[in-house]
């Protein structure tokens, strides 16, 4: 367990990552994973005992209530059936009622995970694209409409959802096909089910800059090694998408990814609102 790598400045949501498994069946074009480590084996790690109690010590200690993901070294759930981590991790969080643990996941595999008495203590969260930045850069993975679908799935059983438009990607006609996912969510998902939605722009290795098919938006090199649009951009972006959001709903939870303070006021998200659900900190 580890905290998630926030860069200095940036407002923090003391989200906790478990690294049970580094590196991902999937093959988005933008992620970091395929530098971070330097070669292509998923290594899986199988001391659930020694994680477990690492987990329960850790939420035992600490006071501040903490969102806990498996979804940063790799996807949550892709390999979830062979591994079994996530129906033992949702038993575990079902027996107190101050942290959560997210499954973040470009997948639709939660079936196996429906039937199980989770108390309310785990989201299951989706990354999400329009289906054109799916098909031209999240390799592998499933479509936006299977992705809804498997939320929908979750939300009959109880489970609270998440989505994370992460990365949001700068192209001719982007504005009108994020549009059309936040309209999608929105008629398929009540927003009192959606726990939060969070918005992050591309950020990539530059290594990874010839890879990128779709994005058309000028980046600079940023203080943490890798590429980002400039800040006009990323504010156009996120109050483009958060305006879609708030004509559905002003009362889910939004928040930014890996940004300054100064950003989130310019785009007029409240830290505040973040704040409240995981106790989060400007870092």
Partial sequence: MRPCPCEAGCVSCNYVVISH???????????????????????????????????????EKVDQPLRIGTGQFSDSLALD??????KKLIKLFA????????????????????????????????SINPERVIQSEEFETVSLNDRVNAAQRCV???????????PIIYYVGWQDEYKQVVDLIF??????????????????????????????????LGADGKMRYLESIRIDLFK???????????????????????IWAKVGVAIERLRDLVGGSVG
């Fill in 81 to 86: 059936r062979e591994t079994g981590l996530s």
């Fill in 21 to 59: 498994i580094l590196g991902c069946p999937y093959n988005c074009s933008y992620c970091f994973l395929h530098t971070y480590y330097g070669k292509d084996e998923i290594v899986v790690y199988d001391n659930d005992d020694e994680l477990l109690a690492q987990v329960s010590d850790c939420m």
């Fill in 187 to 220: 008629s398929e998902i009540k927003a009192k089910d959606i726990a939060w939605i969070s918005l992050g722009a591309l950020r990539h290795p530059p290594e990874l800059k010839n890879k990128i098919a779709r994005s058309t938006g000028e980046m600079v």
């Fill in 156 to 166: 009959a059983v109880g489970y609270r959802v998440g989505f994370h438009f992460d």
């Fill in 240 to 262: 483009t998408t958060h305006k879609y959001i708030n004509f559905h709903s002003k009362n889910v939870s939004v928040y930014l990814c890996m940004e300054k303070e100064e």
């Fill in 95 to 126: 027996q107190q009622n101050k942290h959560l643990l997210e499954l973040k996941t470009k997948s639709a595999e939660v079936d196996h995970l429906l039937d199980l008495d989770h108390k309310g203590r785990t989201v299951f969260a989706w």
